[in-house]
T-cell receptor, first 113, second 113 residues
Framework: NAGVTQTPKFQVLKTGQSMTLQCAQD?????MYWYRQDPGMGLRLIYYSASEGTTDKGEVPNGYNVSRLNKREFSLRLESAAPSQTSVYFCASFDRALGNIQYFGAGTRLSVL | QQQVKQSPQSLIVQKGGISIINCAYE??????FPWYQQFPGKGPALLIAIRPDVSEKKEGRFTISFNKSAKQFSLHIMDSQPGDSATYFC????????????FGTGTRLKVLA
């Protein structure tokens, strides 16, 4: 049981490049979330998917897009990376029926030069 | 109104001492208050959580104290150990159907041996 798996673990991009961060969960959870973590700012919600087929903006959605590919997978795309998007990105999953706990992946450390 | 304010930003405690981290909120609709623990290079993991119908919850050396009237809650780590050195996040959520968490900014705890 792997829980929440994020790929890649590390990535370096040049300004203007694009990339997709992948997230998959094997807990059959309905809801999935993308956060970014920056020093002194905690975890800020970028986008979330309350259930398969739905996505909504969080606190800091600008510059990002998401796709809920199926119940297991939720990807985050940076279309044109900027230095301000240098951060650690975490994916989480949740299911109210299975307990009020968000489970997090190990994170993707992204640097945009 | 959606913010959760956390203090201190960093904390240094001697082994065997008590670590105390405080959080405050404004939104009275919040009905679930978890604490997450994050070790370097890892994703956050649930440590302990409380609902506002109780004033205290204890799990081993970790205790949450909750003051509903003051809209404050705190994490107490008794007999702090070097292995407790980590970043701690408080959070709050409400049953809106999306199960979003609002996280505090985090406290970096270092326990000296």
């Amino acid at each position: 049981n792997a829980g929440v798996t994020q790929t890649p673990k590390f990535q370096v991009l040049k300004t203007g490049q694009s990339m997709t961060l992948q997230c998959a969960q094997d807990m059959n959870h309905n809801s999935m979330y993308w956060y970014r973590q920056d020093p002194g700012m905690g975890l800020r919600l970028i986008y979330y998917s309350a259930s398969e087929g739905t996505t909504d903006k969080g606190e800091v959605p600008n510059g990002y897009n998401v796709s809920r590919l199926n119940k297991r997978e939720f990807s985050l795309r940076l279309e044109s990376a900027a230095p301000s998007q240098t951060s650690v990105y975490f994916c989480a999953s949740f299911d109210r029926a299975l307990g009020n706990i968000q489970y997090f992946g190990a994170g993707t450390r992204l640097s945009v030069l | 109104q959606q913010q959760v304010k956390q203090s201190p930003q960093s904390l240094i405690v001697q082994k065997g001492g008590i670590s105390i981290i405080n959080c405050a909120y404004e939104n009275t609709a919040f009905d679930y208050f978890p604490w997450y623990q994050q070790f370097p290079g890892k994703g956050p993991a649930l440590l302990i959580a409380i609902r506002p119908d109780v004033s205290e919850k204890k799990e081993g050396r970790f205790t949450i104290s909750f003051n509903k009237s003051a809209k404050q809650f705190s994490l107490h780590i008794m007999d702090s150990q070097p292995g407790d050195s980590a970043t701690y996040f408080c959070a709050a959520s409400w049953d809106s159907g999306t199960y979003k968490y609002i996280f505090g900014t985090g406290t970096r705890l270092k326990v000296l041996a």
